[in-house]
């Protein structure tokens, strides 16, 4: 399974962003998948995550969304409302193991390279 991010940029605070994430080696429909960042000296930290039932796990006080598309195998982070805070290299990954503890990053077993996405003030 292999994961592309893309999407990511330098927005100004309050604008919006879309990040993708294209899964090859697999079909998304049948995994957890799961948006991850990690700022400068901070550690990874779990953004959001969809099952592979559809439901979803979004923790950003509802300025982060998550959204798959099952025909393109292609998994979204839509991010509105963004922060300066919210400058970090995002991660898209898979959990094939259909895990329960989809906020913890090792119930994941492929990443994505990760996208920077740089919010100025």
């Known amino acids: 399974v292999q994961l592309q991010a893309s999407g990511g940029g330098l927005v100004q605070a309050g604008d919006s962003l879309r990040l993708s994430c294209v899964v090859s080696g697999g079909s998304i429909k049948n995994y957890n998948m799961g948006w991850f960042r990690q700022a400068p000296g901070k550690e990874r930290e779990f953004v959001v995550a969809i099952r592979w039932s559809g439901s979803r796990v979004e923790d950003v006080k509802g300025r982060f969304t998550i959204s798959r598309e099952n025909a393109k195998n292609t998994i979204y982070l839509q991010m509105n409302r963004l922060k300066p805070e919210d400058t970090a290299v995002y991660y898209c990954?898979?959990?094939?193991?259909?895990?329960?503890?989809?906020?913890?990053?090792?119930?994941?077993?492929?990443w994505g390279q990760g996208t920077l996405v740089t919010v100025s003030s």
């Open positions: 990954a898979a959990d094939v193991r259909r895990s329960v503890a989809v906020r913890s990053a090792g119930s994941y077993d492929y």
